[in-house]
Every structure is written in C-alpha cells, then in structure tokens.
C-alpha cells in the first residue's frame, strides 16, 4: 500500500532550535494527524487536522493542513530536550484508511 | 483510566509456533485495529474491526488472524510464525466517529528465529 513521504528522516538540533517536518502524498486526504512515539510506548497523537488550509496549535506545536490536502507539515517551537522521539503524520480517508509516514526521529541536544 | 493495554509486552516464539497477542480497551470504542511497525515502513495495518463480531482485513493480513467476541477485545493470532513477522505490534482503538483518532496501545515487541 501507498506510505506518505515524511521528511527528514531524522533532526539532530541544539535545544531552543525550531523544528519543522513534513508530509506529501500523491493521495488526497480527509483528516491528517500527527503523532509522537516515545520509546517503548505506542504513537501518541499530537494534533488533528480536520479541514484544507486548517492551521491549529498545541502548545509550541503547530501543524497545517495543506490546501490541495495532499500535504502536511509540524513545526515545534523552541525545542526542549523531552521533544525527543520519532514524531509520525498520518494522512486519514476515514476511519478505515489511515496511512503513516515512515517518522522523523527528532535528537535534541541540551 | 488503561486505555488500550496490550500484552505480552516481549515475546520469542521459534519458527513455526504459534502465540496470540491479547488487546483489551476500556473506552467502548467500536473501532479496533492491529499495525506493525518495521523500521523505515511506518506503521501498516493487519486487520481491523468495526465491531464485535465484524473484522477485515488491512494493507498486510497474510499470516495473521483476528476475531471480535466482545467489544474490549481484540486479539491477533499468529499460526505459524515467520522471521518476516518479527515486528513491533500495536494495537489501536477509536470511537468510530467520522475522523475520530486513534489510541494506541504500548505495543508487542516480537522475535521470531
């Protein structure tokens, strides 16, 4: 099946840095999310994009849902060191057709 | 307040055994699924249910098998275990509203030699 294209692939940043990632896809979607992976832990969601051109926060998160609803990015603010993780988007038709990015694996140096 | 708890939390099986990962949510959420993830794939998804008594397959069914007695549960049987199944399984949930997101569980971290 088709997987998102997410990128970077990994981050190493000083913390205080901004970070952003992204997602494309040939596919058109309904919802995007993301979701950040702690180790040993399963993918907790972050944020949820419900609607083209959809700007939302969470905290020094935001993330967007691109107009031609074939894109995504998160941009996190002013890192701190317990932003480490692999951070995943997740493009979502409906409840049956969720498809995941390969993840970014975020590395914050203190 | 468990969430989605998945057990066991490690496993080893040998070739050719078979084991069931167990999946049990205390949200009464209709909508259950099980993915594994594989390092560089993303998560991709085996089976899921829309309810108790309705399952389906996913992007990656072969080699696995799913029922839904109950609405808590959601187990995932391997029959006859592979090398290729040595993954990391996550167990997900949701309410089954349009758009509604999922919750996962903590995951199954197995070997298969």
């Known amino acids: 099946g088709q997987q998102l294209n997410q990128s970077p692939q990994s981050m190493f940043i000083q913390e205080g840095e901004d970070v952003s990632m992204n997602c494309t896809s040939s596919s058109i979607f309904n919802t995007w999310l993301w979701y950040k992976q702690d180790p040993g832990e399963g993918p907790v969601l972050l944020i949820a994009?419900?609607?083209?051109?959809e700007l939302t926060s969470n905290g020094r998160l935001t993330a967007q849902f691109g107009i031609t609803r074939k894109d995504s990015f998160l941009n996190i603010s002013a890192s701190i060191p317990s932003d480490v993780g692999i951070y995943f988007c997740?493009?979502?038709?409906?409840?049956?057709?969720?498809?995941f990015g390969a993840g970014t694996r975020l590395t914050v140096k203190p | 307040n468990a969430g989605v708890t998945q057990t066991p939390k490690f496993q080893v099986l040998k070739t050719g055994q078979s084991m069931t990962l167990q999946c049990a949510q205390d949200m009464n959420h209709e909508y259950m699924s099980w993915y594994r993830q594989d390092p560089g794939m993303g998560l991709r998804l085996i089976h899921y249910s829309v309810g108790a008594g309705i399952t389906d397959q996913g992007e990656v069914p072969n080699g696995y098998n799913v029922s839904r007695s109950t609405t808590e549960d959601f187990p995932l049987r391997l029959l006859s275990a592979a090398p290729s199944q040595t993954s990391v399984y996550f167990c997900?949930?949701?309410?089954?509203?349009?758009?509604?997101?999922?919750?996962f569980g903590n995951g199954t971290r197995l070997t298969v030699t």
């Open positions: 997740a493009g979502q038709l409906d409840r049956n057709d969720m498809r």
């Open positions: 997900a949930s949701s309410s089954g509203g349009y758009n509604s997101p999922l919750h």
């Open positions: 994009l419900y609607k083209a051109g």
